[in-house]
């Protein structure tokens, strides 16, 4: 009775050490990097301990110190297949598992992108493990890494896909902007064809010829320019439009 009321005020004690650990992790972030660092590997192996409630409080403070970015994805797969590997009790195994499986769901298809060679390599470890309860933590850890994968490549697709058609509609206006950059405004289209209009009629007129009052030998006056009949004849102007000119 005395062994196992010590035993749960230990397991207590500890309890309230680890949530500790996690309310100073929150607000210090990366100040808190370098403990983080430390105390991961020893919450690892607490999390073995058959108290639910310090195995509970464990995998959250692990959790934290990742969300809060006190330890980075990278950081927190090598800190678990370190312990993974090296450990032979299944309950550490499974609490390693526990973190990667967490930290898997609270990252982006970029960063696994980035780590998913190293991570791959402890997972395929930890399929093949004795316990059964570990290999199917591992294989679900494996399905969500290609889940996340195969968001990755179709953002990939996505992006080249926005690309190329960005570079297909901005080639389209710089065509479209060359074109009416040569056509003339319709005004100075209508200015011009006015001017020739203008210089037609004044050509035409320069072949006209200018009709000139000039004297003959006999003493008669007459228009040099007036048209002349078919027999030779000057045309007379009409009576009314005839004048007389003193000699």
Not at 92 to 110: C, E, F, P, R, Y
Request: aromatic share 2%; with cysteine; proline share 4%.
């Amino acid at each position: 009775s005395d062994v196992c009321s010590s035993d749960l005020y230990n397991a207590a004690v500890m309890t309230s050490a680890v949530k500790a650990m996690g309310a100073l992790a929150v607000p210090l972030k990366q100040a808190f990097a370098k403990h983080a660092l430390k105390l991961a590997p020893v919450l690892i192996e607490k999390g073995a301990d058959k108290n639910m409630g310090l195995t509970i409080a464990v995998r959250q403070v692990l959790g934290v110190f990742t969300s809060a970015g006190c330890v980075t994805f990278a950081e927190a797969v090598a800190i678990s297949a370190a312990k993974g590997a090296t450990t032979a009790n299944p309950r550490v195994k499974q609490t390693a598992m526990h973190w990667i499986m967490d930290v898997l769901d609270g990252a982006d298809a970029s960063t696994v992108d980035k780590a998913a060679d190293s991570l791959s390599a402890v997972l395929l470890t930890l399929t093949d493990d004795g316990l059964e309860e570990v290999r199917k933590e591992a294989f679900e850890c494996v399905a969500k890494v290609a889940r996340s994968l195969e968001e990755r490549q179709r953002h990939r697709q996505r992006h080249h896909q926005t690309e190329t058609d960005r570079e297909g509609s901005g080639r389209a206006r710089h065509g479209g902007g060359q074109a009416v950059q040569g056509a003339r405004p319709p005004g100075e289209e209508v200015g011009q064809e006015s001017e020739r209009v203008v210089k037609r009629e004044e050509a035409a007129l320069a072949h006209v010829p200018v009709a000139r009052d000039v004297r003959s030998a006999d003493g008669e006056k007459h228009n040099e320019g007036a048209a002349q009949r078919p027999d030779g004849e000057r045309e007379q102007a009409p009576e009314d439009e005839r004048l007389e000119v003193p000699l």
